[in-house]
């Protein structure tokens, strides 16, 4: 059975730092591509990508957390870790955790809800509230 647990979600201030992680098991994880999305409660369903990285170690991310977030992963810890650094308010949400990339058409920075299909596993997801 496939599991994403994040962890590291908490209130923190504006102009902070804080790491996420998100813990893989069930499946080979060197071998998988890995996300970060978002979902802003009040602002409808919709999943916004924070960050992606390949198996080959490309990343993708938009505008918005372009040189503030960043992505990496420990392949011996089943480990993918997500650093926000110079956190906005706007940055409020609740992160996800994903797994294994399958597209399906889907836009890739705007998914219908965080448990989309486009990507086969998701977390249970973590709060991050910047204030």
């Known amino acids: 059975q496939v599991q994403l647990v994040e962890s590291g979600g908490g209130s923190v201030q504006v102009g902070g730092s804080r790491r996420l992680s998100c813990r893989a098991s069930g499946i080979a994880f060197g071998d998988t591509d890995m996300g970060w999305y978002r979902h802003t409660p009040g602002k409808g369903d919709a999943c916004k990508l924070v960050?992606?990285?390949?198996?080959?170690?490309?990343?993708s991310s938009p505008d918005s957390v372009k040189g503030r977030f960043s992505i990496s992963r420990d392949n011996a810890k089943n480990t993918v870790y997500l650093q926000m650094n110079n956190l906005k308010p706007e940055d409020t949400a609740v992160y996800y955790c994903?797994?294994?990339?399958?597209?399906?058409?889907?836009?890739?920075?705007?998914?219908?809800?965080?448990?989309?299909?486009?990507?086969?596993?998701w977390g249970q997801g973590t709060q991050v509230t910047v204030s």
């Open positions: 960050v992606t990285l390949s198996m080959s170690g490309g990343t």
């Open positions: 994903a797994a294994v990339w399958r597209g399906g058409g889907s836009d890739f920075e705007t998914l219908a809800n965080c448990r989309a299909p486009a990507w086969k596993y």
